[in-house]
């Protein structure tokens, strides 16, 4: 099949779903400034003398003597010694942005109370600020020692977004290459180590040592959630060897709700779309999921043709964050709000569809509201209207066309291709192509588009220059050999290209199935109803429906082609391609 997923980098889903989990943590996150009272800061009584000098500094500072009430409150916690003293004292050093002085008064605090897990957090982040990496990496080493297991996980989430204030990549993953590395074998510590060691090799491209030492982890301990975070990251890549230990963990009563999350749309987003709806309905009712996760839910439900019930998935988060104040809430209910717009599309209720349309106004761009409004109008058979539409919000071209005007083009060519005017689609995308002719987007677009209108040569060109200008892309390896596959054309070659696609992405239920197509093609059925029948295993899409029918149906077990073809027709009842095999093979529809 043509479509594929699109090529993403493990190192940037790690920083997202590390992100997401912050709120999961136990551990205190210290920020510069202010700076929150930590867990180990109480209240004491004070004698006369440091009472005295606590009162004398704090009204040093209401009159903007920064330095003398430093000195006086570092003073009084030297003589109390009082942790809660350190603390302010370090709290009004960071107020001045007076670096050397906090760092100083965290040193004091740390003389005095050896073990505060917060003295020593403050003073990592501190030398972390100040660039003092040497510093910052022994500090770690020290407050690492004094971390139960579960507090150093914390801390290893938290990690990547404390070392944001070293600017050299390098030194970052040189910090916690010397930190970590000597203890990634330890029996507490060591799983824990290895997955924060994996998370840096992630981050800086290499998802292969990063995935080794995600595995090792996890051998150590199945419920470490940094390593299972990591885990999750390493499904961008060909090796999906983990997935069993994140199955595993998602089935246990307490298993982190974010994760699940995150999980279920690293599926999605790999078109794994069966996978990624069980992995969310098996966490039990929708209370139990967050906005996101309902949300996610709800797309995955339209995905497999349960439109109803994602209506009323979407139409409870609209209600229910009406009020949203948080741009996370804002955007949930932004994307419900377009769910139910397609839910009235395929419904065919254009008035419910423009009502729902006209609450999109303020909570989008106005471009992007405008392409609803255009999708909407071609839902009608208003092409020309929506066209103009949309050719109104560029009203002087520019040449070569300026950023505005591409991203233009492309919603006119996704206009052209939601009312199959092909030949106008194909047009308009070499007419920008020319302008650019070695960007590897237009290239492919343009690429599918000539097939389209059967300029089969002019196809290949494309795909062949596509894969020059993005050799690691699988895409037009798999739209190539799945094209010529179709058309029974050189077939050896069709293989040969679909398997590169493959190296690429082995996961990939889109270039699976076109592998069982030409494997059909070439008459190896039976490994062809194998590979397909696992494309449709991942993920109900229509056109696998109507490949594994068919191979199905040819093989002689046509019950079960039926049965897989009326469950693709109840994603989609239109599809073309689903509806032309049902026709040529059974003689009715």
């Given amino acids: 099949m043509h479509q594929s997923s699109s090529t993403r980098r493990p190192h940037w889903l790690i920083g997202v779903l590390l992100s997401g989990l912050i709120s999961c943590t136990a551990l205190p996150e210290p920020v510069l400034p202010p700076v929150s009272m ?296 932004q994307d419900a709000l377009l769910l139910l717009i397609d839910h009235a599309k395929h419904q065919q209720d254009w008035q419910e569809a423009s009502r729902w349309l006209d609450q999109l106004e303020g909570g989008m761009d106005p471009t992007a509201i405008a392409f609803q409004r255009a999708k909407l109008l071609t839902a009608q058979g208003e092409l020309d209207e929506a066209q103009a539409l949309i050719a109104a919000l560029n009203p002087s071209p520019a040449s070569p066309p300026s950023a505005l005007e591409l991203r233009l083009s492309w919603m006119q060519i996704q206009l052209l291709q939601q009312a199959e005017q092909w030949q106008q689609a194909y047009l308009r995308a070499r007419a920008v192509h020319e302008s650019r002719p070695d960007d590897p987007d237009w290239t492919y677009t343009l690429g599918m588009l000539a097939e389209r209108v059967k300029k089969f040569d002019e196809m290949e060109r494309l795909m062949r220059r596509h894969m020059e200008l993005a050799p690691d892309d699988h895409q037009a390896h798999n739209a190539l050999g799945y094209s010529l596959a179709d058309r029974g054309l050189r077939l050896s070659e069709a293989k040969t290209l679909i398997q590169h696609a493959l190296t690429i992405v082995p996961n990939d239920p889109f270039v699976i199935d076109s592998w069982g197509w030409v494997l059909f093609r070439l008459g190896d059925t039976a490994q062809a109803a194998q590979a397909l029948t696992r494309a449709w295993s991942m993920r109900a899409d229509p056109e696998i429906a109507a490949h594994l029918g068919e191979v199905l149906w040819r093989s002689g077990d046509t019950d079960r082609a039926r049965t897989t073809w009326q469950e693709g027709l109840t994603i989609e009842p239109d599809n073309q391609v689903l509806l032309e095999t049902i026709q040529r093979l059974t003689s009715k529809p």
């Fill in 38 to 333: 930590p867990s180990d800061v109480r209240n004491s009584e004070l004698d006369a003398p440091t009472a005295y000098r606590v009162l004398a500094g704090e009204i040093a500072l209401q009159s903007g003597a920064n330095d003398v009430a430093f000195g006086m409150l570092l003073k009084a916690a030297e003589e109390s010694p009082d942790p809660a003293l350190f603390q302010r004292a370090t709290e009004i050093a960071l107020q001045a942005r007076a670096g050397g002085s906090a760092l100083k008064a965290v040193s004091s605090w740390i003389d005095a109370y050896p073990a505060s897990v917060s003295a020593w957090q403050q003073k990592f982040v501190l030398e972390l600020t100040l660039q003092k990496a040497q510093e910052a990496t022994r500090t770690l080493r020290s407050l690492i020692a004094l971390l139960s297991a579960d507090e150093l996980t914390d801390l290893g989430i938290r990690l990547p977004r404390l070392l944001e204030r070293l600017p050299e990549p390098e030194l970052r993953t040189q910090l916690i290459s010397d930190a970590f590395t000597p203890i990634k074998d330890d029996p507490t510590h060591g799983p824990t180590a290895r997955a924060i060691l994996g998370t840096a090799l992630m981050q800086s491209g290499d998802a292969a040592g990063a995935f080794e030492h995600a595995r090792e982890a996890l051998s150590q301990a199945p419920s470490n959630l940094l390593a299972l975070s990591l885990a999750v990251a390493s499904l961008e890549g060909p090796d999906w060897s983990l997935q069993p230990k994140i199955d595993d963990y998602l089935a246990t009563p307490d298993a982190n709700s974010r994760l699940r999350y995150f999980y279920a749309k690293t599926l999605s987003q790999n078109s794994h779309t069966r996978a990624a709806l069980k992995t969310l309905q098996v966490a039990g009712p929708d209370s139990q999921l967050d906005a996101q996760a309902r949300l996610l839910k709800a797309q995955l439900l339209l995905d497999h043709g349960q439109w109803n019930s994602a209506k009323q998935i979407a139409a409870e988060l609209f209600d229910e964050l009406e009020l949203a104040e948080s741009e996370a809430g804002a955007s949930v209910r």
